[in-house]
């Protein structure tokens, strides 16, 4: 690599996963794959952020899928990542007993339907209630019955471990209900996501004071005695915002929401080599001269 860009070459590159390189449905391609390999023969760290618990990214994850740190469950856990996986967690989040015992409440009162999710590594497991007043969005059916999820019908229960509750809901009753959460609890971490099944629902994801995607990745970078300067971010969704507003160089999808576009720079869809894309951008030849071999 010319020395001039190798001293410009980003140290710390951040992405999220579904619907950033991973497409619904279909593996990360083949290319993207490559930019991860030629990312880290060039010295970058190689980090996915994402909002998936260890389990359901494990699921989908495979050795040719090369990081070296995990953002999980949007910012509750920190895992160091290696060949054969999952190596260990450097930080894990849940919320405080008292905070858990009210949110839990504020959850139940909105009459949306609910997932208590418990906190890392077990953020896969969780207790789940559907809407009482309509039917469950496609999306809640769909997260419930994967089988790479552990869900259990809630019965009442209370007092459990808590690190995530997960609200789904059409897009302005969902901002509606929201709005009342936020009102009673506002010390609170919360994200909006559009639904990863693409149903049209919109998702509030509600966690721990100081949890967000970009919290984490601050935090991951001072350990790495790194800063926002060093850092590049690949997003497509709202939840990416912390994420995104953090790193000094960040991309959007183009399929990202509307009202998003134009504010960060731009990668084609998950599953036309984004991550390719941006790599090309910020280190022209990169890409070319690690397939090479040069």
């Not at 850092?231 to 790193?247: I, M, R, S, T």
């Not at 960040?250 to 929401?257: D, R, V």
Request: glycine share 12%.
């Amino acid at each position: 690599m010319d020395e001039i860009l190798k001293a410009n070459f980003p140290k710390l590159w951040l992405t999220d996963f579904d619907g950033t390189i991973k497409p619904l449905g279909e593996p990360v391609a083949e290319e993207d794959q490559t930019a991860l390999k030629a990312i880290g023969a060039n010295g970058g760290i190689r980090v996915v952020d994402t909002g998936r618990s260890i389990r359901t990214f494990e699921y989908d994850w495979h050795p040719g899928i090369e990081i070296d740190y995990l953002i999980s469950s949007a910012g509750l856990a920190i895992s160091r990542f290696g060949k054969n996986g999952h190596e260990g967690m450097l930080e894990s989040h849940s919320f405080q007993e008292k905070d858990a015992a009210q949110a839990v409440e504020c959850a139940i009162g909105l009459r949306l339907g609910f997932v208590f999710c418990f906190p890392p590594p077990r953020t896969h497991a969780f207790y789940y209630k559907y809407p009482e007043s309509f039917d469950a969005p496609s999306s809640f059916r769909a997260m419930v019955g994967q089988e790479d999820r552990e869900p259990h019908p809630w019965k009442g229960e209370r007092g459990f471990p808590l690190g995530q509750i997960i609200l789904i809901a059409e897009p302005g009753l969902m901002r509606e209900r929201a709005a009342t959460f936020k009102a009673a609890m506002p010390w609170l971490s919360y994200a909006f996501t559009s639904s990863p099944y693409h149903d049209g629902t919109l998702w509030l994801e509600v966690y721990p004071p100081g949890v967000s995607k970009g919290d984490a990745a601050k935090r991951l970078a001072a350990l790495l005695g790194l800063g926002p300067g060093d850092a590049v971010a690949l997003g497509n969704d709202y939840n990416d915002l912390a994420l995104l507003d953090w790193a000094g160089r960040s991309y959007l999808s183009s399929e990202g929401p509307k009202e998003l576009q134009g504010k960060y720079g731009t990668t084609p869809p998950a599953g036309k080599g984004p991550l390719r894309h941006v790599l090309s951008e910020l280190c022209p030849g990169c890409y070319e001269s690690y397939l090479s071999g040069s």
